[in-house]
């Protein structure tokens, strides 16, 4: 007699969107597994078609409000690289300041809120204030220090208002700078309390490997997150003009997010593929957190992506204070002087790249001769991760398959979290489906 066992109820929140993993066996064997990937059109592409060039990176700032610094910056660089808009060394540096708080602050937000419950035994990070009542305030002060590193530079945490084509509508003032790079300073005692618990419960990470292609930015004088070329761990620099033909979106039968795959039938965007692939780069205080794991590229474990983050945490932090150093130095410019950069407005296509907390990025924009929008094109990270959470799955359950059903949700659920996908850039479910079919 056939049995069918289905495991629901398990709504888990620690996802941003609505992803289901279905698991299908008989008699021990595994007949499929699959991860399912349900999101409503959000039309942005559509959305900027008509609109001016001076309005579409607060359109596309929209797509998510966790990262909609970085699809802000990614749809400006766009815009510029359609118009050839340049910009000073002074507001390279502010957006990059920019970047890093709102990395910073998603890092820590998946960490402790989303990925720490699973290696303590909890449901959600509300039973750890009691647990641990420190960590979680500390983990509370290092997230908001990411939102006022990005509240200084760009106006506030969500959908700044201060980078505009060409520059900022407003600087920081060098008071400010002075007292976030006390704050950053300041933050070394919460980054080591954090790598201290995360180390201490590193044995409840799976042991898991899956080879595969990591694809990410890369510079030869920076760890690269705002600038640099497109680079995979196959096959080396690419260019970003064609960028289609390195992400190659195509659909499947069980998403209505698109899927790619570049050298092999999938690839890795996101911390670990850039820890991988620029590791020379770090800093030394977050190569030291490296070291305390044992970290070192190349590593095909999904699940130390976790760690990656932490370990790029420690990065951010040491690049601000840096970034802030010379802006502070070189004196920036006077704020009564600034005003709204001149630009040329003309016609033209452009590609723009960024890394966002979960991965490398793509916009690319074509404007006609008065800077209005023709079309758009936006490739996000987590769409980029969907074809190695599915393969990683794959290779994974037969593993693990004897496993009592509960063990079987609880990993598959890690390792989706371990991406830290947005899915749909709203908060849904995670579902577990696992159907055991025995003959009769």
């Known amino acids: 007699m056939s049995q069918n066992i289905d495991i629901e109820g398990n709504l888990v929140t620690r996802v941003e969107g609505h992803g289901e993993i279905v698991v299908n066996a008989t008699d021990g064997q595994l007949e499929a597994c699959e991860w399912h990937v349900v999101e409503s059109p959000r039309f942005f592409e559509s959305m900027v078609v008509g609109r001016d060039w001076d309005e579409i990176h607060h359109i596309v700032s929209r797509i998510c409000g966790i990262c909609s610094v970085t699809h802000t910056m990614t749809g400006l660089k766009a815009v510029e690289d359609a118009m050839d808009v340049e910009l000073s060394e002074q507001d390279v540096k502010l957006r990059k300041l920019a970047l890093a708080g ?4 998603s890092h820590v937000l998946h960490l402790g809120y989303l ?7 909890e449901k959600s990070v509300v039973p750890m204030a009691n647990t641990h009542e420190e960590e979680v305030k500390t983990v509370i002060r290092l997230h908001k220090l990411g939102n006022e590193l990005i509240e200084t530079v760009a106006g506030r945490s969500t ?22 790079r006390a704050s950053l300073e300041g933050s070394w005692n919460d980054v080591e309390t954090v790598v201290d618990l995360v180390l201490s419960l590193a044995d409840e990470l799976p042991e898991f490997t899956r080879e595969t292609e990591f694809i990410s930015l890369t510079d030869p004088d ?14 080396g620099e690419l260019d970003l003009a064609d960028y289609r033909e390195i992400v190659n979106e195509h659909v499947v039968e069980q998403s209505t997010a698109k899927f790619t795959k570049h050298d092999r039938d999938s690839y890795m965007v996101g911390a670990l593929a850039r820890f991988n692939n620029n590791y020379e780069q770090l800093g030394p ?8 794991f044992g970290l070192k590229p190349v590593c095909h474990n999904p699940y130390l992506n976790n760690v990656a983050q932490l370990i790029e945490t420690a990065h951010l932090i040491e690049h601000s204070i840096e970034l802030i150093d010379s802006l502070l130095e070189s004196g920036l410019e006077a704020q009564s002087d600034y005003h709204k950069p001149d630009v040329d407005v003309t016609a033209g296509q452009g590609v723009g790249a ?16 008065t800077g209005t929008a023709l079309e758009g094109n936006c490739v996000i990270p987590t769409n980029q991760n969907h074809a190695n959470i599915q393969l990683d799955m794959e290779r994974l359950v037969p593993t693990i398959i004897e496993r009592p059903q509960e063990e079987i949700e609880h990993t598959l659920e890690m390792l989706v979290r371990a991406y830290d996908p947005c899915i749909s850039c709203s908060t849904h479910y995670l579902d577990v489906e696992f159907v055991d079919t025995q003959p009769e």
């Open 102 to 105: 709102e990395t910073l602050q």
């Open 115 to 121: 990925a720490l419950p699973d290696l303590v035994g």
């Open 159 to 180: 959908h700044a208002q201060r980078t505009i084509p060409g520059g900022f509508s407003q600087l920081p003032r060098e008071a400010e700078l002075r007292d976030l």
């Open 222 to 235: 920076e760890y690269a997150l705002y600038e640099g070329v497109p680079y995979s761990s196959d096959t």
């Open 285 to 292: 205080m977050a190569t030291a957190v490296a070291d305390r």
């Open 354 to 369: 960024i890394e966002a907390p979960r991965g490398i990025l793509f916009h690319e924009y074509a404007l006609d001769e």
